[in-house]
């Protein structure tokens, strides 16, 4: 049986479009934690749990970034691999489902403070460019939680794709 390709992230990722979308990100969940715009916890689920699904392909905000904003650049694409990038998004993902559940239920306060985790985070990721998804990834694979079959290039430069 063939392995479906709807669902799969890929890998590598390109560092330049995922800090993009990190800004995409930053914008929205500040408008949640700083504006108290709840109703953009909305977009904000979905495209994260969109990403950790099947990466920009179901996703507006990386759609975007992928196919419009990021060719447009005269930046070089900075390929890095996948898995600690679909994890990020994961963390992502269950912040801004909590939010959103939180918000739903009338914990306002509540939603706006897991919206301002997620913009610190992104705020990170897009302006310097350091992931604390990535970070947390890399630590659960020393530890020995996840597996380095899981990521082999993040261990081993030498395995690490130049191109997409």
């Known amino acids: 049986m063939a392995r479906s390709t709807v669902f799969t992230f890929p890998d590598p990722v390109n560092e330049v479009s995922a800090r993009l979308v990190a800004a ?13 715009l709840t109703w953009v916890l909305v977009p904000l689920a979905f495209g994260f749990v969109a990403r950790v699904a099947a990466g920009p392909r179901f996703s507006p905000l990386g759609r975007l970034v992928t196919q419009v904003v990021t060719p447009r650049l005269s930046v070089a694409p900075k390929w890095v691999p996948g898995p600690p990038k679909r994890f990020a998004q994961g963390i992502g993902a269950v912040l801004s489902v909590a939010a959103l559940v939180c918000a739903l239920a009338g914990s306002v306060g ?16 897009a302006v ?16 020995g939680v996840v597996p380095e079959a899981v990521c082999e290039a993040c261990n081993d ?8």
């Open 128 to 143: 310097l460019g350091y992931c604390l998804g990535c970070k947390i990834f890399a630590l659960l694979m020393r530890v």
């Open 110 to 125: 509540a939603a706006r403070v897991l919206a301002g985790m997620i913009t610190v985070a992104a705020s990170l990721e």
């Open 157 to 164: 430069l030498s395995k690490r794709p130049v191109a997409a």
């Open 24 to 36: 995409g990100a930053v914008a929205m969940s500040a408008a949640v934690a700083i504006g108290g």
